[in-house]
């Protein structure tokens, strides 16, 4: 790992890097896992008294706005060229943050439709800016070396953390959770954008350096220019696929207490703690084979655990239950989602340059996981207010998944334009 | 040439896979995971039956035609059984009009056995004791009462650690490459080696447990599981030669590789194992050492193509040639 280098050679600003993004990325995911896709809900059902089918439209409002948003703000920061200008980033990070902040603070205040959906639409522009903002500063803090452990770093804490203190899924615990933190980033990266420090531009050179600013997937062309691989919208359509598998599927679970009670909304801290603790080994492996293999190697597991959990979820379905769903379940379903999740927030950085990594990280971001999590939370609610049963559900989650496998395993087998 | 292998093997598996269609019930079988399940006289289970969870019974006159496997629940059997009866978990109740054709194994659980109550085969204890699997709680496989003296855990530890020894020896004498590329993927790239096997290590057993719920797929499983362990194996008697290796080069042995072989595969055997007398410890050296050498066997595809990590044979940006896509 570069880390270790850095850190004999004692070489505080780029350390300093590491723990910036880490932080920011880390904390913003969280917010996404637990106030957003979460607190949401919460908020829109019992504070407004909105029904599940109002409040599901609100949160496709919020996956279009943030993916146009994302999409358009990436292109001009392309077009820019902003994405080679850390200063600018932090600014717009900082910008971001404090938005964010205060839609935070007056979330659980809101108690008409209207109050929710124009919170939507002003955190969907943020959000949106966001996303090409934040993943764009990979290019400047993070080796590519270390990319894959950073972002396992990133998953690992995300993930725990939310498994951990998201006992209970309301939104004023969500509120005054972030609002201890939030607060201390916005002033943070206040400081570091407006206030001239030395390392701060040291820090926005880094991407200059052959070690941080070309992602490992991106090949030099005899002509002498940077050429990425074939396989960018394939891996947009792979990644579609997964977000795609895992909301559909678990967004069942959500209203399915049977299966939450025991796991994710448990009432004693040890299922909570064991499905955290897995979140960290996923991650860490999806990080160790991201670095020693490919975001190829890593596909294939991914399905086939989705395909797997699903089946399993369906069996559990259709066979008289036991004394309670058990762990081996949620811990799959664990591990499978923290791989997927390192991938995405290492591998975007790792096809681009660091001029074209805003719009290459807006249209991962917003093509696959945005979009894919409209259309997947879309036709949750629809199946389910619709009446469908739930073995009739994870049954059509498996087959897709099961589907989606095959095919994965056929593309690694033939070798199409993304392999090396 | 490896497409054509790869679609032949996929084409003999799903003509496997038809084959083992329930035709006239004589692959069929019956899962009971729950609930109240009685069969009386005159009906019929054509194939196996499991049961892992719940109560079954088997009334007087009712027949089983294929093996019967008790993981948990309990079971009283009045009927007869044209098969094994096996009984790994649960509580059985074998009636005076029972009637089992085929040998009874007691590997767990608790067994009342009426003495008029016929079994035509032999009567073995097996095992399978001790097992718990606390993520799969209705397949808890309750510990038989004794465990094995002292006297005789120190033997069976003595007699694997020789044989695993002499394994590591035969691997070192006729397969020295494979074992060698295992082992350097091991010495090489740990980390990702390990990730892979832990990955592994996860999940398939769980994908065993799942087949294992299909009834039809059971075959597979043993053989899937007999599968992993062959190649868990392979990854140890990798790392037991490697450390034969650098021990005789180190202390400047002119020994024949299969010699040091054993010596390392000994000394790992010894460690690996004596850990296991530390409590926590033991179970952590063990996964470990189980996960390091699976990931390499499978990096390696069995050691037949050596292994380096994408990030040393492609750090950062290359100048290459090809079939790229337009500038960026």
Not at chain 2, 173 to 202: D, N, Q, W
Request: charged share 10%; hydrophobic share 55%.
């Amino acid at each position: 790992m570069a880390l270790f280098r850095h850190l004999q050679e004692r070489n505080w600003t780029t350390l300093f890097g590491y723990l910036l993004f880490v932080g920011m990325m880390a904390t913003g995911y969280y917010y996404n896992l637990t106030f957003v896709q979460l607190g949401l809900f919460d908020l829109g059902e019992r504070l407004v008294g909105m029904n599940q089918r109002e409040i599901a439209r609100g949160m496709a409002y919020l996956a279009l706005i943030t993916c146009a948003t994302a999409l358009a703000f990436g292109w001009l920061m392309l077009k820019r060229g902003w994405g080679q200008n850390f200063v600018l980033k932090l600014r717009l990070a900082f910008a971001v943050v404090l938005v964010q902040t205060l839609l935070t603070a007056a979330a659980p205040y809101i108690r008409s439709e209207q109050g929710f959906l124009v919170w939507i639409a002003v955190a969907s522009v943020a959000l949106g800016v966001g996303v090409p903002t934040t993943f764009g500063m990979t290019a400047d803090l993070i080796p590519v070396l270390d990319r894959g452990y950073v972002a396992a770093t990133i998953t690992s804490a995300a993930y725990f953390f939310a498994a951990v203190l998201s006992l209970e899924w309301r939104i004023e615990t969500f509120t005054s959770q972030l609002l201890i933190v939030m607060p201390l980033g916005v002033v943070g990266l206040g400081v570091l954008a407006f206030v001239r420090f030395a390392f701060v531009e040291r820090l926005a050179r880094q991407h200059t350096l052959p070690e941080f600013g070309v992602g490992r997937f991106v090949r030099r062309g005899v002509d002498g220019r940077n050429h990425i691989r074939r396989g960018l919208p394939l891996l947009i359509v792979l990644m579609f696929g997964i977000y795609f598998v895992d909301s559909l599927g678990f967004l069942r679970l959500i209203f399915t207490p049977a299966y939450m009670d025991t796991s994710w909304q448990a009432p004693t801290l040890g299922p909570h703690l064991f499905i955290g603790v897995t979140h960290v080994v996923g991650a860490f492996i999806a990080g160790a084979l991201y670095t020693g293999l490919s975001e190829r190697a890593l596909f294939p597991w991914v399905f086939g655990i989705f395909a797997m959990v699903h089946l399993m979820y369906l069996f559990d379905t259709l066979l008289p239950a036991g004394d309670g769903a058990p762990l081996a379940m949620p811990m799959l379903y664990a591990v499978a989602v923290s791989l997927y999740t390192v991938i995405n927030f290492a591998v975007w950085a790792d096809l681009s340059t660091p001029r074209t990594i805003s719009l290459n990280a807006a249209l991962g971001v917003a093509l696959s996981a945005w979009t894919a999590t409209f259309v997947s939370t879309a036709l949750a609610i629809q199946w389910r207010l619709g009446g469908m049963a739930l073995d009739t559900h994870f049954s059509i989650v498996a087959s897709v998944s099961l589907m989606l496998f095959i095919i994965v395993l056929l593309l690694a087998f033939f070798r199409t334009g993304t392999t090396e | 040439m490896r497409q054509g292998l790869f679609i032949t093997t996929i084409l003999f598996a799903v003509l496997l896979l038809a084959a083992c269609s329930p035709e006239d019930g004589r692959y069929s079988g019956t899962l009971v995971a729950g609930g109240t399940h009685e069969f009386g006289s005159g009906e019929t289970l054509e194939g196996g039956l499991l049961v892992t969870d719940g109560r079954v019974i088997l009334g007087a006159g009712s027949l089983v035609t294929g093996p019967v496997y008790i993981m948990g629940g309990e079971v009283s059997v009045e009927g007869e059984i044209r098969a094994d009866l096996s009984i790994i978990g649960g509580e059985v109740a074998l009636e005076p009009q029972a009637k089992i054709s085929g040998d009874l194994d007691i590997a767990g659980g608790k067994l009342t056995r009426s003495p008029e109550g016929v079994v035509t085969g032999e009567v073995s204890r097996g095992s399978g004791s001790g097992v718990q699997t606390p993520l799969f709680p209705e397949w808890t496989i309750i510990p038989t009462p004794e465990g094995p003296a002292l006297i005789q855990r120190l033997i069976t530890f003595a007699v694997n650690t020789l044989l695993l020894a002499v394994a590591a020896a035969f691997a070192a004498r006729f397969l020295p490459r494979p074992v060698a590329r295992v082992a350097r993927a091991v010495t090489e790239a740990p980390v990702v080696t390990g990730a892979l096997g832990l990955l592994a290590l996860i999940t398939i057993p769980s994908l065993l447990v799942l087949m294992a719920f299909t009834v039809v797929l059971i075959p597979a499983v043993l053989l899937g599981a007999l599968l992993l362990g062959a190649v868990v194996l392979y990854g140890w008697v990798s790392i037991g030669s490697e450390i034969g290796y650098r021990l005789a080069r180190w202390r400047g042995w002119s020994i024949h590789p299969a010699a040091s072989a054993f010596v390392g595969m000994l000394l790992f055997t010894l460690l690996v194992n004596g850990s296991g007398f530390i409590p926590v410890v033991g179970t952590v050296v063990s996964v470990l050492a189980a996960s390091v050498g699976l990931g390499a066997v499978l990096l390696t595809r069995f050691g037949m193509r050596p292994f380096s990590p994408a990030t040393q044979t492609a750090p950062g940006p290359q100048a290459e040639t090809g079939e790229r896509q337009g500038p960026i």
